[in-house]
């Protein structure tokens, strides 16, 4: 399965930005599918994660609220709503998938990633 994430940009804070991630394959539908965000100097960290049927999300602490996690199956593509942005979320997104998809950052497939950046 390969993965490509896109919908990235440069934005200000308060905007809101939806990112995709591309599946090559319809297998995809029965994994789990997660982002991830990789800041400047920073550790890669969770962002959030959503089930093979969408039925269950969860989210970092910093994404609770401002960010929605879903899936389309039948167009075998993830999204990422980010609403309320701010400066610190300026990151390298990453999407991945897997049987398991852990806060940890333990995937079978990952995307290359997609920039965004929030200016103040």
């Known amino acids: 399965v390969q993965l490509q994430a896109f919908g990235g940009g440069l934005v200000q804070a308060g905007d809101s930005l939806t990112l995709s991630c591309a599946a090559s394959a319809l297998t995809v539908s029965t994994y789990v599918m997660g982002w991830f965000r990789q800041a400047p100097g920073k550790e890669r960290e969770f962002v959030a994660r959503?089930?093979?049927?969408?039925?269950?999300?969860s989210y970092a602490t910093s994404a609770k609220g401002r960010f929605t996690i879903s899936r389309d199956n039948a167009k075998k593509t993830l999204y990422l709503q980010m609403n309320s942005l701010k400066p610190e979320d300026t990151a390298v997104y990453y999407c991945?998938?897997?049987?398991?998809?852990?806060?940890?950052?333990?995937?079978?497939?990952w995307g290359q990633g997609t920039l965004v950046t929030v200016s103040s």
């Open positions: 991945a998938a897997g049987v398991l998809v852990t806060t940890s950052g333990t995937a079978d497939y």
């Open positions: 959503i089930n093979s049927n969408g039925g269950y999300t």
